[in-house]
């Protein structure tokens, strides 16, 4: 990388992890925590209350992406966090369930993923692009992997509305890693028309990778409503919970720094890709049998967690790498944005649903549901071709003819 690929990568790469920092907090002690609120007796509100964020954050990223390529990346990022920052303190102050559901909410209209993605593909080339995503992916892992450390911690000392008014903090410090770290956005788009959503709504590759983000987080935070109780079923009180977690979770950061990208530059992207996903789903069906056995297994839970953290680590890092290489430069934040609603949607899906399934058919029915997800994305993704590679793109702002050997089509 460059000077200010290396810039960047760090700058954008901390704002995701200040901002995920905070949400990751929540994810690990939220549903034991709100049923503690006036309210909190109905598992289908507190999924709502989890979820509700990634309603909002997908009614907003579509016009933050438009917004961005119109009005500049750095300008919806400043305001996104501050809106962020405002539902973070109000969800703080909230005194029941229906105020906490109002505090997400508005955390949620802070949805500036698409402004942050846009900018770190317009600052890197093709070629290291996986990698600058990746260290967002590895940002952000490592800020679940502390989480769910000090998560429970957290929790006991001061409260869901002390780890939510440290949220509120850490959306600040993102503002101030805006203005004086992120490096000046690219002037390659001067003069050129932008935001063309047709051409991203009709895009096949595009359309693909937008449906495997919904799946993938739809996944991730349905399983959390139910791991916990599992893992507390097997003998681990919550307070340990990051015995299993932090393992798991690092150990899966080696296993892709040996398997993504090696692969990715022996051409062999999208059997990594596939194989991840396909590694999800049986870490779903393996889930499901652990349900339904008399007695919990600390150590197979402890397994399943890394698999699915391997699985979940790679398609992290490739997905938004690939959407930005397929997407037109004049469109990247409109095609990004559509993407991050995806993932914003999965988000409120697998809380809201993933509440209602627990309630109404327990988690064998949850993991279930996720294992027909996961095997209906597979199919989805079957078909697709790794992007070539547009070394001119990151300096020029159009889009070069793929090298020799390499397919176009995702």
């Avoid at 000077?3 to 700058?11: D, G, L, Q």
């Avoid at 349905?222 to 791991?227: D, K, L, S, V």
């Amino acid at each position: 990388m460059t000077a200010t690929e290396r810039r960047a990568s760090a700058s954008l790469a901390s704002i995701f992890a200040l901002r995920m920092l905070g949400l990751f907090l929540v994810l690990p002690v939220f549903a034991l925590e709100a049923a503690k609120y006036p309210g909190g007796d109905d598992p289908a509100r507190v999924g709502l209350a989890m979820g509700i964020y990634g309603l909002t954050q997908a009614l907003l990223q579509i016009p933050f992406g438009i917004a961005s390529d119109h009005w500049g990346r750095k300008r919806v990022m400043m305001a996104g966090l501050l809106m962020f920052a405002l539902g973070s303190f109000v969800a703080a102050w909230a005194p029941d369930l229906n105020w906490l559901v109002a505090g997400r909410s508005l955390q949620g209209a802070g949805a500036i993923s698409a402004a942050v993605t846009a900018l770190l593909a317009d600052c890197t080339r093709d070629e290291v692009r996986t990698k600058a995503m990746a260290l967002v992916g590895v940002s952000i892992a490592l800020m679940f992997a502390l989480s769910l450390v000090a998560a429970p911690l957290l929790a006991g000392v001061i409260g869901l509305h002390g780890i939510f008014a440290l949220t509120g903090a850490l959306a600040l410090a993102g503002m101030a890693v805006v203005l004086w770290w992120v490096p000046a956005e690219p002037r390659r788009h001067a003069g050129r028309p932008r935001g063309g959503m047709r051409a991203v709504l009709k895009d096949p590759a595009l359309l693909r990778l937008d449906f495997g983000v919904f799946v993938l987080h739809a996944v991730q935070l349905a399983m959390w409503m139910a791991i916990p109780a599992l893992l507390v079923g097997a003998g681990l009180d919550k307070a340990l919970h990051w015995q299993v977690y932090l393992p798991a979770v690092l150990a899966s950061f080696v296993v892709m720094g040996l398997t993504l990208f090696p692969l990715e530059r022996r051409g062999y992207l999208r059997a990594a890709f596939l194989g991840a996903v396909g590694l999800i789903f049986l870490v779903q069906l393996g889930l499901l049998w652990e349900t339904a056995a008399a007695a919990r297994h600390l150590g197979l839970l402890g397994g399943l967690l890394f698999l699915f953290f391997c699985g979940f680590n790679v398609l992290e890092a490739s997905q938004p790498s690939l959407a930005s290489r397929v997407a037109p430069a004049h469109a990247r934040g409109a095609a990004l944005g559509v993407y991050n609603t995806a993932q914003s949607l999965g988000f409120f899906a697998g809380g809201a649903v993933g509440g209602w399934i627990i309630k109404a058919h327990g988690p064998e029915g949850l993991f279930m549901a996720c294992g027909g997800l996961m095997l209906l994305w597979l199919l989805v993704a079957w078909p697709m071709r790794a992007p070539g590679r547009h070394a001119a793109a990151a300096v020029s702002g159009e889009r070069q003819p793929a090298q020799a050997g390499q397919p176009v089509k995702l």
